[in-house]
């Protein structure tokens, strides 16, 4: 239904009235995208033509309006199709439209519903649901009033008001004026100023209804500024002056900080603050608010609303200040240790008046150097005694002084333990508050005047010093893991206190305390990854999570709930945290066996991959309800032997599938328009043997294993298999049985890939695929689930393209040594496939879907050459048996060996049989290529 659509759209635009408002570009010949659209507009507006474009040049348009005739019960709706033609040049490159109103004149921007980029043979949307072109089309309009200057011009269309607001102006509005004195209209909508005066103008726009409105507009013209130029680059103001005020209205007494070209403009200057709140306008005036240093700069709006700056934006730095009146301490002396930096104590004691002032700097002096060492912003006192210090303001040098005396430092407090530890199930408030005071040890408790203890992380108290000892008080009511530490703050009587009456303190001392606890429990989290749930972490807690635990004492293992084997791989990320993958779908417990005993399930699904294009599919792992979930969304058809399904467009899932259920073990052809990685939860795997009925002829069977699986150990010998019987892959090769064992280049059944059997006799068989849960786990190829199927290729070719394939079982007449040899089908140029030689026998998988003329190539591994073969076939389900193969014939290959006594040959080069190469012939059989490109086996006596 959908091909026949298409095809009455495209008949319905070739046989139309060609568009003649725009006409697509003849040189962009090379392909074509295809646009099915509908133009939505919001007024009354209507398009009789609509055109593509790509940079601005017109690649497509239509000027019929065709009806998508639709399915019973969905709405008819109009639209056009494009066909966008061009070159390599344009691919990527994005598309946008325009409509036209052959009534009006004029043209309408249109706003696809998604972006559309060109594509040779890109189709954008569909007749059941075309891409949506958005006509925002104005129903009135207004005009605001318009100022330009003498010489310069503005864009009408900017003065322009809309309804509805969101409305778009259409190319092609027609302008007029009243009288050309003072202005003109240029270029259709731009008004340019020409003396300075004002008139109207008037505009001739569409109405709803098709015809023209008149609306009329005012416009002014000024002589504007055209030029404004700093004169004054810096200036410096002290805070609060009204000074700025009049510097910013060029006032101040003769200072200019502007001009203006021309002088006698007359419009109005700004000014450009910055934001950082130094000036402020208030009340019409600027003053300044706060000191700092910040910029301005004069400006002027312009008629197009643009602004008019300065020669390359220059700005006028300012100063606003504040200057310092007074400077002195608010203490009378300040009390230290030798050896201790005062130069921050000291700062902080100094007062500086306003306390605002711009300039905060100041130095410290004293005469004392001895006991003081004064550098920069460092203060180092450097002996016990007494003596002044100054501070000198650099704004003003204003002074101001304090006393120091300065003591020989003491050892205030020592701990026995860093850090102490408590068991939180053993120990008491008690016995902790006086283990932590006994822990503290001070040198000379006679000169401690005072001492505070704190308690901080996950101990709360408090506790003091005095002449009489150490007592500490806990206000926890219970203990809790973690750590807690303890600083100890001294007052020595020795530094007396300052003129304020507060006692000089020491420096504090601090030590640690560690509580911990033990375990009762370990449970287990499972969590598998969103992207994909057969990855994921396992976790195990503690209880209580704030255990003191060896991670070197966790042990646990992992079993299957039907397999006696498993395929679980584990990682470690960290103590207790672990990565862990499967490729085995179905429930796994994990056994913890130290140090307590717990048990929890993994649940891994089966991953189910499908590849871009034509695959062949299976599912192992049970019956799958919900194959919309199994496809995804870039599905596009599936067929089994008996069904079909497709996902089309306007219906979704159709066809004869419509049990929702994929079964398991059947072969599924199916077809991709991109990648999809689905995973089954609800099924079943168990690994028993599996029993496939095959009809008379080729029959559709799915891999019934979750590992891949040699063939030689798939299917039991005595398991309903006969002479004759080929099993064929999408693109990993075939193989016959011919009594006793599977001959052929196809090596494995892998998991979910699907493969057509065929059975020789006249009357069903049963075959039987092994219990795959007795055999050893793991891949037997070698291979990992999802590898390339054929990654030994020599030539380059994509089955995906194909639903189907062909295969062939021939020899190569004179021949010798076939397994160095690989084998090409091609149809035309293209390569469709290849082959490899097995015991003489040339086993090819073509991909065709059948009616193609396909010849072959011959390609020598060990010296590169290639030979054309003379045969060419048509594609069809298979060619040759063991029995009866296919005879072909080489044109260019040599089958004899020369016997020669001598040890050379001239004008070539020498192999051995494994393909290294020789300075010169050597006893035994040698491998000769001459220059003229043929090839010898040559036997030296």
């Given at each position: 239904?959908?091909?026949?659509?298409s095809?009455?759209?495209?008949?319905?635009?070739?046989?139309?009235v060609?568009?003649d408002h725009?006409?697509?570009?003849?040189?962009?010949t090379?392909?074509?995208?295809?646009i099915?659209?509908?133009?939505v507009?919001n007024s009354?507006?209507?398009?009789s033509?609509?055109?593509?474009?790509?940079?601005?040049?017109c690649?497509?348009?239509?000027?019929?309006?065709h009806?998508y005739?639709?399915?019973?019960g969905?709405?008819a709706i109009?639209?056009?199709?494009?066909?966008?033609?061009?070159?390599?040049?344009?691919?990527?490159?994005?598309?946008?439209?325009?409509a036209?109103?052959?009534t009006?004149g004029?043209?309408y921007k249109?706003t696809?519903?998604?972006?559309?980029?060109?594509?040779?043979?890109?189709?954008?949307?569909?007749?059941?649901?075309p891409?949506?072109?958005?006509?925002?089309?104005?129903?009135?309009?207004?005009?605001?009033?318009?100022?330009v200057?003498?010489?310069?011009?503005?864009?009408?269309?900017?003065?322009?008001?809309?309804?509805?607001?969101?409305?778009?102006?259409?190319?092609?509005?027609?302008?007029?004026?009243?009288?050309?004195?003072?202005?003109?209209?240029i270029?259709?909508?731009?008004?340019?100023?020409?003396?300075?005066g004002s008139?109207?103008?008037?505009?001739?726009a569409?109405?709803?209804?098709g015809?023209?409105?008149v609306i009329?507009?005012n416009?002014?013209?000024?002589?504007h500024?055209?030029?404004?130029?700093?004169?004054?680059?810096?200036?410096?103001?002290e805070?609060?002056?009204?000074?700025i005020?009049?510097?910013?209205?060029?006032?101040?007494?003769?200072v200019?900080a502007?001009?203006?070209?021309?002088?006698?403009?007359?419009?109005?200057?700004?000014w450009?603050?910055k934001n950082?709140?130094?000036?402020?306008m208030?009340n019409?005036?600027?003053?300044?608010k706060?000191?700092?240093?910040t910029?301005?700069?004069?400006?002027?709006?312009?008629s197009?609303?643009s602004r008019?700056?300065?020669?390359?934006?220059?700005?006028?730095?300012?100063?606003?200040?504040?200057?310092?009146?007074?400077?002195?301490?608010?203490?009378?002396t300040?009390?230290?240790?030798?050896?201790?930096?005062?130069?921050?104590r000291?700062?902080?004691h100094?007062v500086?008046t306003?306390?605002?002032?711009?300039?905060?700097?100041?130095?410290?002096?004293?005469t004392?150097?001895?006991?003081?060492?004064?550098n920069?912003?460092?203060?180092?006192?450097?002996?016990a005694g007494?003596?002044?210090i100054?501070?000198?303001?650099?704004?003003?040098?204003?002074?101001g002084?304090?006393?120091?005396?300065?003591?020989?430092?003491?050892?205030?407090?020592?701990?026995?333990?860093?850090?102490?530890?408590?068991d939180?199930?053993?120990?008491?408030?008690?016995s902790?508050q006086?283990?932590?005071?006994?822990n503290i040890?001070i040198s000379?408790?006679?000169?401690?005047?005072?001492?505070?203890?704190?308690?901080?992380?996950?101990?709360?108290?408090?506790?003091?010093?005095?002449?009489?000892?150490?007592s500490?008080?806990?206000?926890?009511?219970?203990l809790?893991?973690g750590?807690?530490?303890?600083?100890?703050?001294?007052?020595?009587?020795?530094?007396?206190t300052?003129?304020?009456?507060?006692l000089?303190?020491?420096?504090?001392?601090?030590?640690?305390?560690n509580?911990?606890?033990?375990?009762?429990?370990?449970?287990?989290?499972?969590?598998?990854?969103s992207?994909?749930?057969?990855?994921?972490?396992?976790?195990?807690i503690?209880?209580?999570?704030?255990?003191?635990?060896?991670?070197?004492?966790?042990?646990?293992?992992?079993?299957?709930?039907?397999l006696?084997?498993?395929?679980?791989?584990?990682?470690k990320?960290?103590?207790?945290?672990?990565?862990?993958?499967?490729d085995?779908?179905?429930?796994?417990?994990?056994?913890?066996?130290s140090?307590?005993?717990?048990?929890?399930?993994?649940?891994?699904?089966?991953?189910?991959?499908?590849?871009?294009?034509w695959?062949?599919?299976?599912?192992?792992?049970?019956i799958?309800?919900?194959?919309?979930?199994?496809?995804?969304?870039?599905?596009?058809?599936?067929?089994?032997?008996?069904d079909?399904?497709?996902?089309?467009?306007l219906?979704?899932?159709?066809g004869?599938?419509?049990?929702?259920?994929?079964?398991?073990n059947?072969?599924?052809?199916?077809?991709?328009?991109?990648?999809?990685?689905?995973?089954?939860?609800?099924?079943?795997?168990?690994?028993?043997?599996?029993s496939?009925?095959?009809?008379?002829?080729?029959?559709?069977?799915?891999?019934?294993?979750?590992?891949?699986?040699?063939?030689?150990?798939?299917?039991?010998k005595?398991?309903?298999?006969?002479?004759?019987?080929?099993?064929?892959?999408?693109?990993?090769?075939?193989?016959?049985?011919d009594?006793?064992?599977?001959?052929?280049?196809?090596?494995?059944?892998r998991?979910?890939?699907g493969?057509?059997?065929?059975?020789?006799?006249?009357k069903?068989?049963?075959?039987t695929?092994?219990?795959e849960?007795?055999?050893?786990?793991?891949?037997e190829?070698?291979?990992p689930?999802?590898s390339?199927?054929?990654?030994?290729r020599?030539?380059?070719?994509?089955?995906?393209?194909?639903?189907?394939n062909?295969?062939v079982?021939?020899?190569l007449?004179?021949?010798?040594?076939?397994?160095?040899?690989?084998?090409g089908?091609?149809?035309?140029?293209?390569?469709?496939?290849e082959?490899r030689?097995?015991?003489?026998?040339?086993?090819i998988?073509?991909?065709?879907?059948?009616?193609?003329?396909?010849?072959?190539r011959?390609?020598?591994?060990?010296?590169?050459?290639?030979?054309?073969?003379?045969?060419?076939?048509?594609?069809?389900?298979?060619?040759?048996?063991?029995?009866?193969?296919?005879?072909?014939t080489?044109?260019?290959?040599?089958?004899?060996?020369s016997?020669?006594?001598?040890?050379?040959?001239?004008?070539?080069?020498?192999?051995?049989?494994?393909?290294?190469?020789?300075?010169?012939?050597?006893h035994g059989?040698?491998?000769?290529?001459?220059?003229?490109g043929?090839?010898?086996k040559?036997?030296?006596k």
């Amino acid at each position: 239904m959908k091909k026949l659509l298409s095809l009455l759209f495209f008949l319905f635009a070739t046989v139309g009235v060609w568009a003649d408002h725009w006409t697509p570009s003849s040189a962009y010949t090379q392909g074509d995208a295809v646009i099915y659209a509908e133009v939505v507009s919001n007024s009354y507006t209507g398009a009789s033509e609509v055109a593509a474009f790509i940079d601005g040049v017109c690649v497509a348009s239509a000027k019929t309006e065709h009806l998508y005739g639709g399915r019973e019960g969905i709405r008819a709706i109009y639209g056009y199709v494009l066909r966008a033609r061009g070159n390599n040049n344009l691919v990527g490159k994005e598309i946008t439209f325009k409509a036209y109103n052959d009534t009006t004149g004029l043209e309408y921007k249109l706003t696809p519903s998604e972006k559309i980029t060109f594509q040779l043979t890109g189709t954008y949307g569909y007749p059941s649901n075309p891409i949506k072109l958005m006509m925002k089309a104005p129903e009135s309009y207004a005009i605001k009033p318009i100022e330009v200057g003498v010489g310069e011009k503005v864009d009408l269309n900017d003065f322009l008001t809309l309804t509805p607001a969101d409305s778009e102006i259409p190319d092609g509005l027609f302008w007029t004026i009243n009288d050309t004195t003072y202005a003109e209209i240029i270029d259709r909508h731009y008004l340019k100023g020409k003396a300075v005066g004002s008139g109207k103008l008037i505009l001739w726009a569409p109405s709803p209804g098709g015809r023209p409105d008149v609306i009329e507009g005012n416009y002014t013209v000024v002589n504007h500024v055209t030029a404004i130029n700093i004169v004054t680059d810096e200036v410096t103001f002290e805070l609060g002056e009204r000074t700025i005020d009049l510097f910013m209205q060029n006032r101040l007494n003769g200072v200019v900080a502007y001009s203006l070209t021309p002088a006698n403009a007359t419009d109005k200057v700004n000014w450009e603050l910055k934001n950082d709140g130094i000036i402020v306008m208030e009340n019409g005036t600027y003053r300044s608010k706060k000191a700092g240093d910040t910029q301005i700069r004069p400006y002027v709006v312009k008629s197009d609303g643009s602004r008019l700056y300065p020669p390359n934006n220059k700005w006028i730095k300012v100063h606003i200040v504040v200057s310092v009146t007074d400077i002195a301490f608010d203490t009378s002396t300040i009390y230290a240790n030798v050896g201790d930096d005062i130069y921050r104590r000291l700062a902080n004691h100094v007062v500086i008046t306003p306390s605002d002032a711009t300039n905060q700097d100041f130095t410290f002096s004293t005469t004392s150097t001895g006991l003081l060492a004064i550098n920069g912003t460092s203060a180092v006192v450097k002996g016990a005694g007494s003596g002044t210090i100054t501070v000198t303001s650099a704004d003003g040098a204003k002074t101001g002084s304090i006393s120091f005396t300065f003591y020989n430092p003491l050892k205030e407090v020592s701990f026995i333990e860093d850090p102490l530890y408590f068991d939180k199930n053993s120990e008491t408030v008690s016995s902790v508050q006086g283990r932590i005071a006994n822990n503290i040890v001070i040198s000379d408790m006679s000169r401690v005047q005072e001492g505070i203890i704190d308690l901080a992380g996950v101990l709360s108290g408090s506790g003091s010093v005095s002449s009489s000892g150490v007592s500490v008080t806990l206000t926890s009511k219970q203990l809790e893991k973690g750590v807690a530490s303890v600083t100890v703050t001294l007052g020595w009587k020795d530094y007396s206190t300052d003129d304020a009456g507060k006692l000089v303190w020491g420096s504090p001392q601090s030590f640690s305390v560690n509580i911990g606890s033990e375990m009762t429990f370990i449970d287990i989290l499972v969590r598998p990854n969103s992207d994909d749930p057969t990855t994921g972490v396992i976790q195990f807690i503690p209880r209580p999570n704030d255990i003191d635990f060896n991670w070197d004492d966790l042990s646990f293992t992992f079993s299957h709930n039907d397999l006696a084997w498993n395929c679980f791989s584990i990682s470690k990320i960290a103590n207790g945290t672990y990565n862990y993958s499967c490729d085995v779908p179905g429930t796994y417990m994990i056994f913890l066996n130290s140090p307590i005993d717990n048990n929890s399930s993994v649940e891994i699904p089966y991953k189910a991959i499908l590849e871009n294009g034509w695959q062949w599919k299976s599912n192992p792992y049970g019956i799958v309800e919900n194959y919309e979930s199994f496809f995804g969304s870039s599905f596009s058809e599936a067929r089994t032997w008996s069904d079909l399904l497709i996902n089309d467009p306007l219906w979704g899932f159709y066809g004869t599938m419509l049990s929702n259920v994929l079964k398991q073990n059947e072969m599924y052809k199916v077809k991709m328009d991109a990648s999809n990685t689905s995973y089954i939860r609800n099924g079943n795997f168990d690994g028993h043997a599996v029993s496939v009925s095959i009809q008379p002829g080729w029959n559709w069977v799915g891999s019934p294993f979750i590992y891949n699986r040699l063939l030689a150990n798939s299917i039991k010998k005595d398991g309903g298999l006969v002479k004759g019987v080929v099993i064929m892959s999408k693109d990993d090769g075939s193989a016959e049985y011919d009594g006793s064992k599977w001959v052929g280049d196809l090596k494995s059944i892998r998991r979910g890939q699907g493969y057509i059997i065929y059975n020789p006799e006249s009357k069903a068989l049963s075959i039987t695929f092994n219990e795959e849960s007795s055999m050893a786990p793991g891949n037997e190829d070698g291979l990992p689930l999802g590898s390339p199927v054929r990654s030994d290729r020599m030539w380059d070719y994509d089955h995906t393209k194909f639903a189907s394939n062909m295969t062939v079982v021939a020899t190569l007449d004179n021949l010798e040594d076939g397994d160095r040899y690989t084998i090409g089908a091609f149809v035309g140029d293209e390569c469709r496939g290849e082959g490899r030689f097995i015991d003489g026998l040339a086993f090819i998988t073509i991909h065709s879907e059948g009616g193609e003329e396909v010849k072959f190539r011959l390609y020598d591994t060990l010296t590169g050459i290639f030979s054309d073969i003379d045969q060419t076939v048509i594609s069809q389900t298979r060619l040759g048996s063991l029995d009866n193969p296919l005879r072909l014939t080489s044109q260019t290959v040599s089958t004899g060996i020369s016997t020669l006594d001598g040890n050379c040959l001239s004008d070539s080069e020498t192999f051995d049989i494994n393909g290294r190469h020789l300075n010169g012939l050597r006893h035994g059989l040698n491998i000769v290529r001459k220059t003229d490109g043929s090839v010898r086996k040559v036997f030296v006596k």
